[in-house]
């Protein structure tokens, strides 16, 4: 099973960008769909984007589509999430996770610890 450590959160303002990284140890990154999920403070935490095990399909929420790309490198077993055109709305605590059987990643078995992004207005 993968280990999973999540990196590139900060602080930025309305507009900007920021790209989250995730590295994952193990042999067998390539059999999980990876995943990234937030929390906000007071919410619980909801799905963002996912891409399929190979890379070839992704699939994001209606709240971040067209402003965030999910992509992923299995020579180097990391799945990052490049976010643009932040909103206040888009701060929380992301957790990047992993799932070996939905590439939607329904059922997560692998979860980091999370990164904290910040969105000022």
């Known amino acids: 099973q993968v280990q999973l450590v999540e990196s590139g959160g900060g602080l930025v303002q309305a507009g900007g960008s920021l790209r989250l990284s995730c590295a994952a140890s193990g042999r067998t990154f390539s059999s999980y769909a990876m995943g990234w999920f937030r929390q906000a403070p007071g919410k619980e935490r909801e799905f963002v984007a996912a891409?399929?095990?190979?890379?070839?399909?992704?699939y994001y929420a209606d709240s971040v589509k067209g402003r965030f790309t999910i992509s992923r490198d299995n020579a180097k077993n990391a799945v990052y999430l490049q976010m643009n055109s932040l909103k206040p709305e888009d701060t929380a605590v992301y957790y990047c996770a992993a799932d070996p059987r939905h590439y939607r990643l329904s059922e997560p078995v692998v979860w980091g610890q999370g990164t904290l992004v910040t969105v000022s207005s």
């Open positions: 891409i399929s095990w190979m890379g070839g399909s992704t």
